[in-house]
């Protein structure tokens, strides 16, 4: 995905994908390209954030964000089941967070389980 944002507007909008997309989305910030202070920043979508929020010159100028999609693999889902996991085995029993992870991810419950 493609985006383009001004300098009043981009810590918002990053704010607002990391919110949607979720902060481990990987994603390029380009800033003024093809002019004298051209940068690249490639990251998450939350340490993007946190280096615009950090450098007030990362704030000026036009802005292109691209945001990687979403993927339909295994490993994907796999990943996001074991992150689900791993926060909800912090408040349940490992065999009750493995169930709910696997059932709001889709993701194995055995390959959950004990991750």
Known sequence: MVFYESSHRIAESLADMA????GERPAVLARELTKLFETVLDGDLAG???????????RKGEFVV???GAGDDEEAQLAHGRRVYAKLSEH???S???KLAA?????????LYGS
């Not at 993007?48 to 990362?58: F, G, M, P």
């Not at 059932?103 to 390959?111: C, F, M, N, Q, Y």
């Open 96 to 98: 009750t967070a493995a």
């Open 103 to 111: 059932e709001l991810t889709g993701a194995p419950r055995k390959a």
């Open 48 to 58: 993007l954030l946190a280096k615009v929020e950090a450098d007030e010159n990362q």
């Open 92 to 94: 349940l029993p490992p």
């Open 19 to 22: 919110a949607i997309f979720g």
């Open 66 to 68: 691209m945001v990687q």
